[in-house]
């Protein structure tokens, strides 16, 4: 594809489509970069809130009914496909060559599987349509326009991909057409320090690992669905924008990389010292809490993790270099009142489960901490963080715990 480099995806959010006048503007935009020399790809959201509206109204008229969920994703999908055919048009208006994709039609480019509400694109076969039928348009100087967060199953039923679907429609595409970049179009400048309805003065970023983004929507921030981040290309930038500026050549945040669907085990190559604190509160006292971090931080030691509730805190550190920290601990211990007591348990394996789809793999502590149990295996700790699980084992029993662990996972990919 020659034109690859000068192919942008260009993904406007509902906010950027909320009125008239936003829709002219985000036209225009489109329009000044294909006169600059770009080739866009539109893919367009419902505007504003139609979507919210319509599945408000859609679920109180079709409950309980037959084939709900099949009735409901047809009726979501108008919200996308009415942006479609207004944006198409106010790009023929202002002199543009434009098409917009339909589901309906024959040339219809995303193909999900049948799980309607939450469907999940068949990678091979989408980009399979898009090279057949949106390439062409792109190089006849057409612009595409494609409503994002719908698809088709190979028997012809609409479908929705769910949260985030816009942005996974825009990064499917990018894949496909070898995109130079993908930009998404947004209420906001860029991805930001902060949630500016929680926060005061955020600032946005001007680049972003997408694993950062990533432990960001772990944590519940809403820049872009971790679901859609997963079919981000890696050799291709997304630049997040503000529908304000008037041209996709704006500065905004660019997100780096991309993630991977499998799930990884790994055992962390030392023993792990577990140091357990108890007392009255103490998980509350900052003065313990800071003494204790400051004297690992002083002796260069990694902190492997730390749990705690109302009445202990249990750091997990490598068991080798103390340099006498569990007798610093142990005085700060003796100076509070509300610390009684500290225990230390040596020779912990860590082994780590990392991925980015262990948060919709329903059960999954349970299927993880189920055969060891079965295999008499005891677990010394176990805990999340940001698309990871830590489970701490006996040293003696890392290798069957590694390998139970392994292969339960492989069943569930399976």
Known sequence: MSEGNKIVVVKFGGSSLASSDRITKAAHSVIEAAKKGFK???????MGKSTDQLLEIAKEAIKNGRNSKELLDDILSMGERTSARIFAATLKANGADAKYFDPMNGDWPIITDESHGNAKPILDECIKKIKQYVYPIIAQNIIPVIPGFIGRTFSGEITTIGRGGSDTTAFILAQALNAKEIVLVTDVEGIMTGDPKLVKNPKPLDVIPIQALAGLADSGAKFIHKKALRYKPFNIDAKVISYEAGTIESKGTIIKGG???????????????????????????????????????IRGIDLVGASSDHNSLILYLPEERLNGLLDSIHEIIKIHEKALAMAVKKNLALIQVVGVGLEETPGVIGKISTPLYERNINIYGIFTITSSIKVLVEWNDKDDALTLIKTVLKEEED
Do not use: R
Request: charged residues 25%.
């Open 40 to 46: 866009p790809v539109v893919v367009v959201s419902a």
């Open 259 to 297: 993630l991977t669907n499998e799930l990884f085990v790994e055992l962390y190559p030392k023993p792990i010292l577990m140091i357990t604190v108890v007392g009255k509160g103490v998980s509350e006292e900052p003065e313990i809490i800071k003494g204790i971090i400051e004297e690992v931080k």
